[in-house]
């Protein structure tokens, strides 16, 4: 049980475009899920916090309109990355909650070029 | 907002052997959990242990909520333990604060 699944797995795509990830918890409903980013030999650093049916949290530093979250269901949430730049590239991680417990999916690789 | 520190940052094991991973936080925590990133980049719950001690098989970890560290034991340690050990914690329903981690590798 506890299933995450994050899709793309790999993504790649040219400078100015926008990419859509999703978020799905398969076996449970959450009604929060986390949105992290992850620089390689880096620890994960929180972008957002994702609430059901409402706005989304973002922390300190994090764009809200290059970074756009939306939580329709209780068990998708999406991160979209828009007009992508080379700095965006990154591995994006997201967790959704089940009690107090966070389940991780095995994130998305996002390459700008 | 709480402080996570790790140690040691890298560790080198020869194939068999034992280790201690330790994870201090700088305020209580009501929520402290384990990971381990394996080289795609999963993320795997070890252990949910905001206080007290688990076992699970090779691993366990045991958490003095009061003095506010964890620890996370690897006995016989195989090639599979390789990759990035992580711990993080939280206060109240704030998200989950992660430690810079603890790179292991383990060799045959």
């Known amino acids: 049980g506890a299933v995450v699944s994050q899709h793309p797995s790999r993504v790649i795509c040219k400078s100015g475009t926008s990419v859509k990830i999703e978020c799905r918890s398969l076996d449970f409903q959450a009604t929060t899920m986390f949105w992290y980013r992850q620089f390689p030999k880096q620890s994960l650093m929180l972008m957002a916090t994702s609430n059901e049916g409402s706005k989304a949290t973002y922390e300190q530093g994090v764009e809200k309109d290059k970074f756009l979250i939306n939580h329709a269901s209780l068990t998708l949430s999406t991160l979209t990355v828009t007009s992508a730049h080379p700095e965006d590239s990154s591995f994006y991680i997201c967790s959704a909650a089940l009690s107090r417990e966070q389940y991780f999916g095995p994130g998305t690789r996002l390459t700008v070029l | 907002g709480i402080q996570v520190e790790q140690s040691p940052p890298d560790l080198i094991l020869q194939e068999g052997a034992n280790s201690t991973l330790r994870c201090n936080f700088s305020?209580?925590?009501?929520?402290l959990q384990w990971f381990h990133q394996n080289p795609w980049g999963q993320l795997i719950n070890l252990f949910y242990?905001?206080?007290g001690t688990k076992q699970n098989g090779r691993l366990s970890a045991t958490t003095v909520a009061t003095e506010r560290y964890s620890l996370l034991y690897i006995s016989s340690s195989q090639t599979t333990d390789s990759g990035v050990y992580f711990c993080a914690g939280t206060s109240g329903n704030t998200p989950l604060v992660f430690g810079k981690g603890t790179r292991l590798s383990v060799i045959a």
């Open positions: 305020d209580s925590v009501n929520n």
């Open positions: 242990i905001p206080s």
